[in-house]
T-cell receptor
């Protein structure tokens, strides 16, 4: 299957600072990537759809000014958590779509654990 | 709207026991169905999938059959190992652009 990497794998930051998380597609070009957020012992919540070369599409209730998404190339999408607060602490996971046949399979990155102090 | 309902965990089993995790769904159209597994501290990995009614997905001893009449996709394994301890997510996909709807996840703990 496709390989998706995320960097960093974990980050600790102070409240008020901004943190950038990278999601890279290592073996094919991904025009569409997704960003998810996962709270402890809970399911994944889709935050936004990242489209290469255009603005991201955010899910209802997700603040676009707080979670900035940039998909400048076919292999890289970034999520920037701006002015982070402790409630932003979470596990952030990206995924890319492989378009094939009768379904589109998602390949997930290993996730980035963000802790805001 | 679309939704996925999974049995709540944690499910605690002894090694070599039989595992079943129930999953039912509500969806318009004909979704594709998936089971993903998440090991501690890691992202999700695709375990198995089924794209149409009566399809059976299987991988690593796990199986699930797409039952349209009962809108279910229950995951089963005949003999679990300690290494199967993880969180299992049932998911459906109806959107051609790839949006997934995930269940809440079921934690499975297998003891020696």
């Amino acid at each position: 299957g496709a390989v998706v990497s995320q960097h960093p794998s974990w980050v600790i930051c102070k409240s008020g600072t901004s943190v950038k998380i990278e999601c890279r597609s290592l073996d094919f070009q991904a025009t569409t990537m997704f960003w998810y957020r996962q709270f402890p012992k809970q399911s994944l919540m889709l935050m936004a759809t990242s489209n290469e070369g255009s603005k991201a599409t955010y899910e209802q209730g997700v603040e676009k000014d707080k979670f900035l998404i940039n998909h400048a190339s076919l292999t890289l999408s970034t999520l920037t958590v701006t002015s982070a607060h402790p409630e932003d602490s979470s596990f952030y996971i990206c995924s890319e779509i492989f378009m094939g046949g009768s379904y589109n399979e998602q390949f997930f990155g290993p996730g980035t654990r963000l802790t805001v102090l | 709207g679309n939704s996925v309902t999974q049995m709540e965990g944690p499910v605690t089993l002894s090694e070599e026991a039989f595992l079943t995790i129930n999953c039912t769904y509500t969806a318009t159209g004909y979704p594709s169905l998936f089971w993903y597994v998440q090991y501690p501290g890691e992202g999700l990995q695709l375990l198995l999938k089924a794209t149409k009614a009566d399809d059976k997905g299987s991988n690593k001893g796990f199986e699930a059959t797409y039952r349209k009449e009962t809108t279910s996709f229950h995951l089963e394994k005949g003999s679990v190992q300690v290494s199967d301890s993880a969180v299992y997510f049932c998911a459906l996909q109806t959107d051609s652009w790839g949006k997934f709807q995930f269940g809440a996840g079921t934690q499975v703990v297998v003891t020696p």
